[in-house]
């Protein structure tokens, strides 16, 4: 970096610093928000040789208001607006990422502003003012001549961003959204995602993990080093001793979180570009945040959500190491002061953090980031709290001890509630205890319809924490154990011997019950990080399931050895996901038979049986039955892919899942029909989809002829007390007249159906 020949800089000293101590005294001198931010892009543009420099800074509705500038013409200040996403500072501010130009106006993104003058600027830098995750501003250079930027000026212009962030969330700043303002007085309703299910009543508590890092610039970068080294040392230790934690239990998938969580804190590229911002002049903790900040932006554009979520453990490490930087762990202080009714409530959360809570005082936790794969959500099941994610603006809403209610059952955060509503949940949870009573007694009562006809009720797993519900539901055996789900939590691929143990954990709790494992359906928006794969367009129908099992046989043969040996003198049922063709089961099928033999050549004892099945998930496959079900031994129908692909509907896209309904005539015909070729050919069949766990979708089946169905083990009571008032016989009869007659949704006639004959729904 030049510097300009009147600043008389020593040659020696870093330009960072330099700044820093610019930047502090600015902030230092009496002055009002908008004065400093006019000196500072003065500073900047003098210190870096540019002939502009710009703080734009982001309003409510995501635009972009220019609030100073040094260069470009005055009257454009709060006059030039952006709008998302616009121009290349729309850019930066939407990728938080820098963006280095030599001939900006040449760019296809750039967006001529005539007011601002900067038409014969051609070089361009801007990167994100960024807090927390969160992007602020945006702060620029600009040059005439046409040159690249080099990295000490990237590095320089972000550290100034990241002080500029301090500022303006302190407030200084009129008119600067550091956030959105809501009002903290009325009640609000968010809604989220289910983590894990249940219901809580009670108090907000915020997981505030910030640590404000003032000092940015360091004089002596070799006690830095030494701080930053300690810090990790002591970070290690503390996961190691919560890995320790008798009460954890010995195994389970939260367990591999943890292990996970280990491996990211022993992480040498952390350490390692940490350690080069430290050299670059930074404090230990300016160097955490600066770190911190480019895996948030990493996290911003990444769009796998397994990666999203392994990026936010990184995340939360880097908080808890600049809480262990600023001497203030967590631990004893937030502890003690904990009410006894808390709502843990975060941004996000790594799964450390949770365990840090006094469990026993812990109601429920709301995230405002993290979803159903995100490891804190296994760990919130692990230990039994009702759990939402995804619930965006809870944060802004809350303070510390707002009344809160966690409807973990339908995804509502309610926030203030009024006396109605908390009487109306007190009674909800109330009923639901009342309920959850007389599921319990109905546990070891056979699912047995009015008319005699026995339904098996199984339960959908994918963890071996899952596994007690099959006990504590009552059910009849476990009808689809997702066995990636153990992949999915992993930092690296779990060995033979790891998916063995935990395969051989699963039979020998499920004891006499039968176990369904379905074989690894990961692939598509199902990411492993350890498996290469490419972008793909539409994930839902591309190299998924089977088709990657049978294309990388490796994994699916370690697998198929792992359940083989689990089996071993046992009974194992295998499933197939995605199947579109019988040509995929048959050559899955072949492997199947190698890995018998090669156990039986090298003497260890097979499975009793292998009884091998297939998910009717694939619309050609309907029209494939004659000639899968002579091949295979049971089918089970995954609803929730197979509807997917009937109505050409995304599961994952809001704007269209749940458009369609599967109580539609068309689907109920395709399901019909998978049930009378199962007949036909003398195979047990079932239901594994989500709509086998909800009363009045289930008592359809049961119209159809399913007489096996899977669901979630919180199902289980609901859909039990509805085949114990019903009478199979006289639905059949109404389903069959009824499903060629009625067009469109059979919904309601099923539900008068239920109310006239009494069905518990
Ligand atoms: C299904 O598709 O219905 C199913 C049970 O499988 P998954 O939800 O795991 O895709
Ligand atoms: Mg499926």
Known sequence: MQMKGGDRIAPSEPALRIIMRRLREIMAEPS???????????????????????IYLKRQDGSLELFATEGLNPGAVHTTLLKRGEGLVGRCAELAVPINEPDAQNHPAFAYRPETGEEIYHSFLAVPILRGGEVLGVLTIQNRTAKEYSDEDVEV???TAMVLAEHLVSGAVAGANAGAQFSRTVGHVVRGQPLSEGLALGHAVLHDARVVVTEVAADDPDAEQHRLEAAVAELQASINEMLEQGDLGASGEHRDVLEAYRMFAHDRGWLRRMKDAIGRGMTAEAAVERVQNDTRSRMLRQPDAYWRERLKDLDALSDRLLRVLSGSPRVQGEIASLPRDAVLCARSMGPADLLDYDRSRLRGLVLE????????AIVARALGIPAIGDARGVIERVEQGTPIIVDADSGEVHIRPNTGVIAAYRDKARFRARRQREYRA???TPAVTRDGQRVELHINAGLEMDVPHLAESGADGIGLFR??????????????ERQT????????????????FRTLDVGGDKALPYLRQPAEENPALGWRAIRLSLDRPGLLRTQVRA????????????MLPMVSTVGEVDRARALIDREVQIMDRRGVARPIEVRLGVMVEVPALIFELDALLPRVDFISVGSNDLMQYLFAADRNNTHVAGRYDPLSAAPLRALGAIAEAARRHNRPFGLCGEMAGRPLEAMALIGLGFRSISMAPASIGPVKSMILSLDAEALQRWLQASMYAVEGSLRAGLKRFAEEHGVEI
């Open 483 to 496: 066995t990636e789900l153990q992949f999915m939590v992993s930092a690296t691929m779990p060995r033979l």
């Open 369 to 376: 980031e993290s979803g159903r794969q995100s490891h804190v």
């Open 32 to 54: 009002d928000g908008q004065s400093r931010l006019d000196k500072i892009v003065r500073q900047i543009a003098g210190l870096m040789v540019a002939e502009v420099s710009s």
């Open 563 to 574: 359940l083989l040996r689990a089996a071993s003198g046992r009974h194992l049922r295998l």
């Open 501 to 516: 143990q935990m395969y051989r954990a699963i039979l020998e709790e499920a004891g006499d019950k039968p176990v369904v």
């Open 157 to 159: 212009l972000q550290t």
């Open 442 to 444: 109905l546990r070891d």
